[in-house]
């Protein structure tokens, strides 16, 4: 087995050369410096509507709905995404537009994708979304929506021509374990993040039934 290359460099870009640009997304050759400082090439690929001064593309909603004598759901939509060529399961989400901030971003994204009106009760750092891939990021927006509100009984979505979103409400407590139900039910791709938090949720507030040994 070989021994690893020491680092000695701070790695660091050099050049960014466009390749292809359409008017969603664009295709650039990443040179860059690696960290035994030998210079290397990268495909990469970005929106080209990343807005000037703002860190993330887009904004991803954790909604909650809370309503009197219900469960507390995550609000969730199911739609066609053509680069998948199947249906997914995803949070609500959308890109940041020009004047916009991460926090108005979220809750327009949020009334226009589900109808539901909401209040912003957190925001998570920039994230990333696909680095071996791309340089897009997305901020996390924790919102919390009064189901009981005259405004939230019946919410109609804004949808935008070509836009076709299903609403599907999750009951917390039961949330990968109906993600699970519906992956067997119909084919279904799950966005990554919904099902680590659904993960976490299962581990951090469900203990199993068993417990002879406390394991490290
Ligand atoms: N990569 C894309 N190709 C397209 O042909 N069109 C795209 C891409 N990304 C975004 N869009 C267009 C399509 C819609 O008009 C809007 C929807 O964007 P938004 O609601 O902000 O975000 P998502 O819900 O995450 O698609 O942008």
């Not at 703002?54 to 469960?71: E, N, P």
């Not at 119909?186 to 680590?196: A, C, D, L, N, P």
């Amino acid at each position: 087995m070989s021994s690893p290359k020491k680092a000695t460099t701070e790695p660091h870009v050099i050049e960014e050369e466009l390749i292809a640009s359409g008017k969603w997304v664009k295709l650039e050759k990443t040179t860059y410096v690696d960290p035994s400082g030998s210079t290397r090439t990268w495909e990469t690929t970005k929106r080209t509507t990343r807005v000037a001064n703002i860190a993330s593309d887009a904004v991803t909603i954790i909604a909650l709905l809370k309503r009197t004598l219900h469960k507390d759901c995550v609000v969730m939509v199911r739609q066609f995404r053509p680069p998948m060529g199947c249906n997914t399961l995803e949070f609500p989400a959308g890109l940041i537009d020009d004047n916009e901030t991460v926090e108005t971003a979220a809750l327009r994204e949020l009334k226009e994708e589900t109808g539901y009106k909401g209040e912003v009760v957190g925001v998570t750092p920039v994230t990333c979304l696909d680095p071996g891939l791309s340089n897009c990021t997305t901020q996390m927006v924790m919102v919390h929506i009064n189901g009981d509100d005259t405004e939230n009984i019946n919410p109609t979505q804004q949808l935008g021509d070509g836009e076709f979103v299903e609403v599907i409400l999750l009951p917390l407590n039961e949330f990968q374990q109906k993600i699970d139900e519906l992956l067997k039910k119909e084919k279904i791709v799950v966005q990554s993040m919904v099902y680590i938090y659904a993960m976490g949720m299962s581990q951090a507030f469900f203990k199993p039934r068993e417990l002879p040994v406390l394991k490290q």
